[in-house]
């Protein structure tokens, strides 16, 4: 096999895989061998490792060998794969997708700037490889989970955005909500408009200047005793749209701390966040309009979450 190799001495016996890589003498720096693992460059024993192989510890004899002109290593492997904090679905020249926690940003904002996001976070992604800086498409509320899509130039931006614009792009998102709405399958249609002030979505009249038209399509999935998982399938992409649909048909999230409806005592279920989930997105590729379609799974909080309501 090509590349530099290296046999593990005793004296390096127990060190992590990306400490031994990281030394001057060998790739350098952390980020480096953070770029040669995502992209299948290092070996150890002749067997290729991957980013999750960072933190293994090395034996005496072991031998580690770093490939870095292997053949169809120059762009990254398409995913999923993590890259620190980043649950990257997939990669290419043009664009990124993730799967975003619950209290993570997407970008960052002036009233929360020591907070981290995933803009900062690519930022420092792209820099072990050269990149620049992510390119916002859409983006999703702090502690709201689910899919996002960055691009990676100007270009593939300006083709995602125009996709989001004539509202092309199928994004599907779960909530559970108090109550059963009625029908249990239907459209929302309101005229909102944003209180700067306050920072949040209000309705306001049909003929309001400032206001916009918002419309969703929401379908039932399960119903539980005092509460609904719905499924909403967003047509127009306001901020905090689904949240202010809901409320606003007495239908709060479980977990919504701003557009509440009614007393607290309506609201009995302990939950850290809004309950809501971006779980499907699909759009076409800005190189070629290929379809591309991403899902992700519910993380761990919010089926929970069900399960606590199914029992």
Same mark, same amino acid.
């Given at each position: ?18 400490? =031994? ?25 002749? @067997?290729?490792?991957? %980013? ?12 580690? +060998? ?11 492997? $398409? ?10 679905? =997939?990669?290419?020249?043009? *664009?990124?997708?993730?799967? /975003? ?6 970008? $960052? ?29 859409? #983006?999703?509320?702090?502690?709201? &989970? ?13 083709? %995602? /955005? ?9 994004? @599907? ?23 700067? /002030?306050? !920072?949040?979505?209000?309705?306001? #009249? ?21 509460? &609904? ?8 992409? /306001? ?29 009995? *279920?302990? =939950? ?8 499907? %997105? ?16 519910? $993380?761990?909080?919010?089926?929970? !979450? *069900?399960?606590? %309501? +199914?029992?």
């Amino acid at each position: 096999m090509k590349g530099r190799g290296w046999t593990i001495a005793a004296a390096d016996a127990g060190a992590r895989l990306d400490k =031994f890589l990281a030394a001057a003498d060998r790739l350098g720096s952390r980020a480096k061998v953070t770029s040669a693992l995502e992209r299948g460059k290092v070996f150890l024993n002749e @067997v290729e490792c991957t %980013l999750s192989d960072a933190s293994k510890r090395l034996v005496a004899d072991d031998a580690v +060998r770093v490939w870095m002109d292997r053949p169809g290593s120059a762009t990254r492997r $398409p995913g999923p794969y993590k890259a620190g904090a980043l649950d990257i679905l =997939f990669e290419d020249d043009a *664009l990124i997708v993730l799967n /975003k926690p619950a209290g993570l940003l997407s970008v $960052p904002l002036e009233r929360r700037s020591q907070s981290p996001s995933i803009v900062t976070l690519l930022e420092d992604y792209f820099r072990s490889s050269g990149k620049r800086k992510p390119f916002v498409v859409h #983006r999703i509320d702090l502690d709201t &989970s689910g899919l996002v899509l960055f691009a990676k130039t100007s270009l593939a931006q300006q083709r %995602l /955005k125009d996709q989001f614009r004539r509202r092309e792009p199928e994004r @599907v998102y779960w909530a559970v909500v108090y109550g059963h709405p009625d029908p249990p399958q239907g459209t929302w249609r309101d005229r909102l408009v944003w209180d700067t /002030k306050a !920072l949040i979505q209000k309705q306001t #009249r049909p003929s309001d200047p400032e206001g916009t038209d918002a419309e969703c399509y929401y379908k039932v999935l399960e119903s539980f005793a005092d509460t &609904s998982l719905i499924e909403v399938r967003l047509h127009t992409g /306001k901020r905090n749209q689904i949240r202010i649909q809901a409320r606003l048909r007495g239908h709060t999230l479980v977990g919504e701390k701003r557009y509440v409806y009614g007393p607290d005592a309506l609201r009995p *279920l302990a =939950f850290p966040r809004q309950a809501l989930h971006a779980r499907r %997105l699909v759009f076409r590729h800005p190189a070629d309009n290929r379809p591309l379609e991403f899902e992700a799974p519910v $993380p761990t909080d919010f089926a929970d !979450l *069900l399960k606590r %309501l +199914r029992n």
